[in-house]
Structure formats: C-alpha cells, structure tokens
C-alpha cells in the first residue's frame, strides 16, 4: 500500500469508528479533553500500523489501539487507578437478592448513571462501556481487552453488581 | 446447578453468550431459584438502563477534522522525498559493497556448511514453535488423525508412530518450513520435554547414519531413511533422545 491509497483507504474503513474511539477513549479517562488526545493518538498510530491490519473487524482493531493508548496515559498519569483492581478470583460475586435493584433503577436518572459508570474500577467501566454501549460480543471484548472469554463474563457480572449497589446505596 | 455455578452465568446468559446446552440448565435454575431469579432481573434492569441512558459519548463536531488532519499531515510526510532516498543510498551503498564481498568470500575462510546452516535452522524451528503459541496445527495423540491431516498439504506422507506405551506420546502435528520447503513437523512428548521431529524428503534415496550434534542446549539427531530426510529437536538429554530415535526408527510390533 502507497501513499494516497493507503490514506484513501484508511479514511474509509478507520475514520468511520470516530465516535466508538471516542466514547471508550471519555469512559477511560474520564474527561474530554484528554479523551480527545488520546483519540488522535490513536489514529494516528493506527495510521502508521495500517500495513499490518489483517482482519475485517476495523472497529475492534481501532478501539484494542484507543485502550492501549488510554492505558499507557493512565499509567503515566493516574496510575493509582490501575492498581485500584483488585484480585477478581478471590473476590466472589455475593449476588444481593434481598435488595432488588427495580426501585433504585426506576429513580436513577442519566446523570446518576453516569455518575455511578464513573466510579467502576476501570476493567469493569471498559467491560460495560464495551458490551452495553458498543454491543460488542464477548469474543470482541476478549480480543480488545487481551483476556479469556470468561473473565469477559465474570467482569461483566461483578460490574452489574456494583453499579446495583452504587445505586441502591445512594 | 447449583446458586453458586449460575450466579457466575447469569450475565452470559443475559447476554446471549452461553452455548444451548448451559443456557437451558440456567433457564432451569432460574425457574426453580427465586433468589437467582431476581439478581437475573436486576442484572437485566441494569442492562437495559445503561443502555437506554444515552450515555454514550458522540465524538465532539470538530474532533473528526482534527484528526483527520493530522493523519494527513502524517501521510504527506510519509514516502521519502526522492533527494532523501538518493542521500540514503549514498550511506548505505558502501555497506551493501563491503557485505557482498563478506558474503561472497566466507565459504573460503570457514563459513557455515550446508549442515550447520540446516542445524541452525531446525533448532530456530524448534524454538519459534514452542515461543510462537503454534506448536501443533492438528492436536491429536492419534496417528490416524496425525498423519491423514497432511494429506494434500505436502507431496510425500511422514511416517506416523505411536509410541505412548514407551512413554512418548504423540502431542500433535504442524506444517513448517525448512531448507527451503514445506516440511512435516511431529512433535512428541516425554514428560515435559516436546520434541520437533522434521520430516522432509530426500534427493538420496538410500539411507545414512544418525548424526548428534548440540545447539543452544538443544539435541540435534538427524538421518536420511528410505528416502525421507529426519530431524529430531529437543531439550531433553541426549541418551533418551537417542533412545527415542531408535524406536522411531524401528516401532515395537503393535499387538492387533
């Protein structure tokens, strides 16, 4: 691939996934402005590596990039937040039945909710913002995460439990 | 299933993500469970919320052309303007002259021989297949799995043996490429050593001795039978190893 039809093709099949780049990228850091940094980071790494891009799945191929980004910023920056996960194996579930979740849902508005995505720990945030956000399946999230398929589904689970007492407790 | 094994499910299930068989033993237990049925509940509640809050963030109008403009920027910049390369060549042409005759003249001053070059190539074979998460393309302690795999892959069939009773199992087989052709790779097992044998055939059609060498802290044995060049890699010691060519070289009778 040279020059112009490398940038053509780039444009077409990169550009398009601008707003999943951002959302991931906002979740991540939290704010928009670094949000956007890091977005272009991206791209632009994504530019130079686009002679190794293979598959079809542009998308997940942009968005593994944008959290490779966001984490080596994080990780510069806020690092107290990656040490914030703690050992998800021995930390079991402990469903909370006895406290349903209907009524604090049916009162919990857009901004409670972002409010309570934004205090996850980070793997959990990413693992909703993937899924529920970007529908993505569990085998897109494992590729982009660089996890097995079932820590897909157990972050998943532990995520939907804290924002259940996230928003039960408030 | 038991609370504990569907708790950890629930979510997959929600998500549509469990194989049909898990799926109906969850929708069994959340039937009989009320406890399990309503964390399924809340767990769907919690879904269908952050799905309909719109909380996903659209990328600001103007974040689309800065990026693009950078992009840009960073492909106009990218081929080499044409003195640029002409400068590059001016440094490198020297180099490439002194390294042509370097490599025009090692043979005579003691360079690699076929063999060591070969050598070097199956202990990198080796290696590469035990770094490369690519050890085996078919998995199968079977021969009869293993060896019918590589029909219409290759132009001659590796011989296949099952040695499990003398205590190397078969782990599976894999196409490579050496000396430069496509190559059978076998790989057994013993203990914890794998071992690469590479099949390949050969321009003679008799046969020759075993030759051990070592490389790297790897055993080498190589030999030509009936035709067919054999390659034998491993870490394991070299008295087994040598045990373990002999029996590949002459299998025990299978009992029927």
């Known amino acids: 691939m040279e020059g112009k039809d490398k940038l053509a093709r780039f444009e077409q099949t990169v550009l398009p996934h601008l707003d999943a780049a951002y959302n991931l990228a906002r979740w991540l850091t939290r704010n928009q402005h670094d949000a956007e940094d890091m977005v272009q980071e991206a791209y632009l790494r994504a530019f130079r590596f686009f002679n190794s891009f293979r598959g079809v799945d542009a998308r997940s191929w942009l968005l593994s990039i944008v959290r490779n980004c966001c984490y080596s910023w994080l990780q510069q920056n806020r690092s107290h937040e990656l040490s914030t996960m703690f050992d998800e194996e021995k930390h079991s579930v402990n469903a909370d039945a006895s406290n349903p979740a209907d009524l604090a849902l049916q009162s919990a508005d857009h901004e409670m909710l972002v409010k309570a995505l934004d205090l996850l720990p980070l793997e959990f945030r990413e693992a909703v913002v993937l899924r529920d956000l970007e529908g993505l399946s569990y085998k897109q999230i494992a590729e982009i995460a660089n996890i097995p398929t079932g820590t897909v589904m157990s972050r998943l689970a532990r995520a939907r439990e804290r924002l259940k007492r996230i928003l039960c407790d408030r | ?256």
Not at chain 2, 9 to 35: N, T
């Open chain 2, 1 to 256: 299933m038991e609370c504990e094994n569907a708790q950890s499910l629930i979510d997959g299930y929600l998500d549509r993500e469990l194989d049909p068989a898990r799926s109906l033993e969850v929708e069994d237990h959340l039937r009989a469970c009320g406890l399990c049925s309503q964390s399924y509940k809340d767990h769907q509640g919690l879904r269908d919320a952050v799905k309909s809050a719109e909380v996903y963030f659209k990328a600001p109008t103007d974040l689309e052309k800065r990026v693009q403009r950078a992009v840009r920027q960073v492909a106009k910049a990218e081929p080499a303007p044409r003195w640029r390369a002409w400068s590059w060549i001016r440094v490198t042409a020297p180099l490439a002259a002194a390294a042509l005759v370097i490599i025009t003249l090692l043979p005579y001053f003691g360079g690699l021989s076929q063999e060591e070059l070969l050598t070097r190539d199956v202990v990198s074979g080796h290696i590469r297949s035990l770094m490369a998460d690519h050890l085996v393309d078919v998995a199968s302690s079977d021969r009869h799995t293993v060896k019918p795999w590589f029909n219409g892959k290759l132009d001659f069939s590796p011989p296949v043996v099952d040695l499990v009773a003398m205590g190397f199992p078969l782990t599976g087989g894999r196409l490579d490429y050496l000396n430069n052709r496509p190559v059978a790779a076998l790989i057994y097992q013993r203990d914890k050593h794998l071992i690469n044998i590479f099949v390949w055939p050969s321009s003679k059609t008799g046969g020759t001795a075993v030759t051990t060498t070592a490389r790297q802290g790897y055993n080498v044995l190589h030999w030509t039978d009936s035709g067919l060049n054999y390659w034998v890699v491993s870490d394991l010691e070299r008295n087994q190893l040598e045990k373990f060519v002999e029996l590949l070289k002459a299998p025990p009778s299978r009992s029927p």
